[in-house]
C-alpha cells in the first residue's frame, strides 16, 4: 500500500528532478502503471486548477489526499464454493472425531490445507486458515449464544420453580 509520502516522493521526483517513469520505479520499487495513474492523476487535476478562474480547495485537497483503494468490489476468486464445502466436511469430519473421543486424530488447518492441494485445489494456506477462524469464530458465538439462552431458560425455571424473587 502507497502512502502520502510515497506519492509525493513519485511526483516530485517526476517534475522536479525529472526522472522518467521507469527510473523513478527503479528507485523506489512501484509498479509502472501506479507511478504513471499518479503522474496522470496530478497532471490532469493540475490542469483543472490552473484553468479555473478561482482557486478550488476540492482540488488542492485532492491533490494532497492520501491514497485510497476500493476493496468494496473485489471477490474471493480462490475460495469458490466447491472448495468452502470441502472444508467444511473437514470442519464437520472434526467434529464427529471430537464427539466420538478421537480429538487427536482432528485435522489441523496444515492438513486440511494440504488435502485440498492433493486434491488439485489451486488455493494459498492463508486464505484456506482465513476461512477456517471466521467459520469456527460464527460457530463459538452461535454456541455462546445457545449456552446463554439455556441459562437464561434455566434461570427462569428455577425461579419459577423455586417461587423465590430476586430483586
Given at each position: 500500500?502507497?502512502?502520502?509520502?510515497?506519492?509525493?516522493?513519485?511526483?516530485?521526483?517526476?517534475?522536479?528532478?525529472?526522472?522518467?517513469?521507469?527510473?523513478?520505479?527503479?528507485?523506489?520499487?512501484?509498479?509502472?502503471k501506479t507511478i504513471r495513474k499518479?503522474?496522470?492523476?496530478?497532471e490532469l487535476k493540475k490542469r483543472?486548477?490552473?484553468?479555473?478562474?478561482?482557486?478550488?480547495?476540492?482540488?488542492?485537497?485532492?491533490?494532497?489526499?492520501?491514497?485510497?483503494?476500493?476493496?468494496?468490489?473485489?471477490?474471493?476468486?480462490?475460495?469458490?464454493?466447491?472448495?468452502?464445502?470441502?472444508?467444511?466436511?473437514?470442519?464437520?469430519?472434526?467434529?464427529?472425531?471430537?464427539?466420538?473421543?478421537?480429538?487427536?486424530?482432528?485435522?489441523?488447518?496444515?492438513?486440511?490445507?494440504?488435502?485440498?492441494?492433493?486434491?488439485?485445489?489451486?488455493?494459498?494456506?492463508?486464505?484456506?486458515?482465513?476461512?477456517?477462524?471466521?467459520?469456527l469464530d460464527s460457530s463459538k458465538?452461535?454456541?455462546?449464544?445457545?449456552?446463554?439462552?439455556?441459562?437464561?431458560?434455566?434461570?427462569?425455571?428455577?425461579?419459577?420453580?423455586?417461587?423465590?424473587?430476586?430483586?
Amino acid at each position: 500500500m502507497i502512502s502520502l509520502m510515497d506519492k509525493q516522493e513519485i511526483i516530485l521526483s517526476h517534475f522536479r528532478e525529472g526522472k522518467s517513469q521507469w527510473q523513478i520505479h527503479r528507485d523506489t520499487g512501484f509498479d509502472r502503471k501506479t507511478i504513471r495513474k499518479y503522474i496522470n492523476d496530478y497532471e490532469l487535476k493540475k490542469r483543472k486548477l490552473l484553468s479555473s478562474d478561482e482557486g478550488d480547495m476540492t482540488l488542492i485537497e485532492d491533490l494532497t489526499a492520501t491514497p485510497k483503494y476500493d476493496i468494496s468490489n473485489r471477490v474471493k476468486r480462490k475460495l469458490s464454493d466447491e472448495i468452502i464445502q470441502k472444508i467444511n466436511f473437514y470442519l464437520e469430519e472434526n467434529n464427529i472425531k471430537r464427539e466420538t473421543g478421537r480429538s487427536k486424530q482432528q485435522k489441523k488447518k496444515i492438513d486440511i490445507y494440504e488435502c485440498l492441494i492433493e486434491e488439485g485445489h489451486d488455493i494459498s494456506y492463508p486464505t484456506v486458515s482465513n476461512y477456517i477462524k471466521t467459520a469456527l469464530d460464527s460457530s463459538k458465538e452461535a454456541l455462546d449464544c445457545q449456552h446463554l439462552l439455556g441459562q437464561l431458560f434455566l434461570g427462569q425455571n428455577c425461579l419459577a420453580f423455586n417461587r423465590t424473587k430476586i430483586s
